[in-house]
Each structure stands twice: as C-alpha cells, then as structure tokens.
C-alpha cells in the first residue's frame, strides 16, 4: 500500500479547523493508509485536535503557520503579504517533498496564483486548470477548466484535453477516455475560430477525440472529459448548481402543499432520499488543480465536513494514481513526437 501524505489548509475556507479538524478524523477512519498534517494556528489546531480525540492519534500532527488568506483577499496579496499563511506554507510542504498534496477550501484565486508560483507547471504545460468530477445520466464527467484561466488559446485547450484525459483514465481506470470540447452547437461549422482550431488540434492527437459537445451533455455523460475555457467551464457549473437546488426546493414545496401530498412524499421517501444521495454536491466536491508539479485540490469554501473529507479522498487517489507524474509523462511524450514531425 502506497503511505499518503497530505497537507490540510486548517485554516481555509468559512468555517475553518472546525470543519478542516473534523473532516481529518473522518479521513483518519475511513481511507487507508494516510497520514495528515493540519497547517494553521498551533493553538486553535491543538484544542480542535483534542475535541476531536486526535491527539494520541500518531497519524495526524500540526504544522504551525502565523497567517491567514481571507477568502476576500487578492491573489496578488496572498502571494506577497502573507508567506506565512496555511495556505502558502501547505504548498511549500509538497514543494518540499514533506507530504504528497495539498487539500484547501480557501480562495480560489490565491489557491492558484500561489501554487503555479509554488510548484510551476509541468514543462509543455502553459496553464494550470480546474478539474471536477460532474454527475450525470452515464455515471460522472470530468470538466475544465471551471475557472482558472477565462481565456484560453487553441493550444491550451488542447492541453487541457490531454490532462483530463489522463486524469479520467488515472483514476477512473478508462482505458481510452473520450473528449469533448464544448461548443453551441456539434456541427462542425459552429463556434468561433478560436474553438475551430481547437478541435483540429484536439482532433490531430491520439486522444479518443468524440468532437464538439452541447451544454446539455455535460450531464448526460455523453463524453469522459468536457473541455472548455474557465469562463464558459465556471458558469456551467453555477448554472448546474443552482438547476439542482431549484428542483430540489420545488420538490420539497409541492410535498408540503397539503396533507396530500405530505402523505405522498412520506411514501416516496426511499426514493427521494436514493436521489439526494445521488445529487449531493458534497459527495463530488474537491476539485483538481491539473498541470502544477504536484497534487493540489481546491474544496468548496463553504464545505461541511462531509464536503471536506471527500476533496481529501479526492488528494488521496490521486497521490495512489501518481496523476502529475502521468501527466508528465504524456506531454514529454506529446512534445518528442512534435520535435520528430518537426524533423522530418
């Protein structure tokens, strides 16, 4: 069994070591083999340690950091100002080769900015992206980027394909993970020029390119891997978010119109409870910062401890999977044919 160390950002996100703290104990009992270090503030760390029962626990230990990013901090400040928040010194730990990965549900933009600084991308890489894991009709998708980079060239794109392809195939075992690139329309001759050339170089590849996909597949699962620019990726998300709490309230209010009603939604409760579990956002959360010489994963800043401990399983498999090593290994042998086409 390969020994998984991770970083914990204790300090990120709204609701910080009481979450962060109470997410690593469920992580402790349920994923094999791991060993965690809570980065933050010794004090507020060790009493959330011991509330927890943790602190005869040799497989957890704290990490002191003196300052905190704000989840309303720019990631200029972040990277400048505070060099000693958890977040900042997390990074340095995998930098270090002290730990694997790094898990935070802090502000996104710093988590980015400081972790391309940080570790830097791998050589053939022009940018990081966000990589999630969406539910859908066909079993899960992956997307990105869902919010890093709102521009993207042709040439980034095709890098993006090529990470979620390894990621898909990594974790998910995919022997050859198809690839769609998200358009307003599947014939060729929509989209601007930009996307255009995209799906030229994506399609020139030895990836298992399907082609152009349509907003509605994102949760058909139509494709293992929807790539797309962080501006389109992030509103898609948010739209999906917000299509999911909407169904979910009118469904809870019509159950409560009347007496009727209630009686009919206590009959269908096994199966509106099946859902839930299906839908829940906290069972998908933990994003992947794809391209970086290392594993880092983004958490929802409002994460439950539920939410928490899932973006650690996330850290975790991908630590199992050596995801950035694969990805290293793709482009090194992505760029050699390119040099040889070159040659020739």
Not at 153 to 174: C, D, K, N, R
Not at 276 to 291: C, E, K, Q
Not at 313 to 327: G, L, S, Y
Request: glycine share 10%; proline share 3%; charged share 20%.
């Amino acid at each position: 069994m390969v020994k998984k160390i991770i970083a914990l950002d204790a300090m990120g996100g709204d609701h910080g070591p009481s979450v962060t703290v109470a997410a690593a104990k469920v992580a402790l009992d349920r994923i094999p083999g791991i060993e965690l270090v809570l980065v933050g503030d010794q004090a507020k760390l060790a009493t959330e340690v011991r509330n927890n029962n943790l602190d005869q626990d040799g497989r957890i230990r704290i990490h002191h950091a003196s300052e905190v990013v704000d989840m309303g901090d720019l990631p200029a400040i972040a990277l400048k100002k505070k060099k000693d928040s958890s977040m900042r010194v997390a990074i340095n730990l995998v930098k270090e080769g002290a730990v694997q990965a790094c898990v935070s549900a802090g502000n996104t933009g710093a988590l980015m900015a400081t972790s391309k600084f940080v570790l830097k991308t791998i050589r053939g890489i022009s940018r990081p992206a966000i990589c999630t894991i969406l539910p859908g009709i066909k079993g899960h998708t992956h997307m990105l980027d869902l919010g890093a980079n709102p521009e993207c060239t042709p040439e980034i794109l095709a890098q993006f394909a090529l990470m979620g392809s390894v990621l898909a195939q990594s974790v998910e075992g995919i022997e050859n993970p198809s690839i769609g690139l998200l358009n307003i329309g599947s014939e060729d001759i929509k989209g601007n020029e930009s996307i255009k050339r995209a799906s030229q170089l994506i399609g020139a590849s030895q990836l298992n390119y399907y082609g152009f996909v349509e907003g509605d597949d994102v949760f058909k699962g139509t494709v293992n891997v929807i790539v797309t620019d962080g501006f389109v990726g992030n509103v898609s998300l948010k739209t999906g978010e917000g299509l999911a709490a909407l169904v979910s309230h009118v469904i809870n209010s019509e159950f409560k119109r009347n007496w009727l009603t209630k009686l009919a939604g206590l009959c269908a409760m096994p199966v509106l409870q099946s859902v839930r579990r299906r839908l829940d956002p906290r069972r998908h959360n933990g994003a992947s910062l794809l391209g970086l010489n290392g594993i880092v994963i983004k958490s929802h800043g409002s994460a439950d401890v539920e939410s928490f401990f899932h973006a650690i399983k996330i850290a975790a498999i991908e630590i199992e999977n050596e995801v950035p090593q694969r990805i290293s290994a793709k482009i090194e042998n992505h760029l050699s044919r390119a040099e040889e086409e070159a040659v020739t």
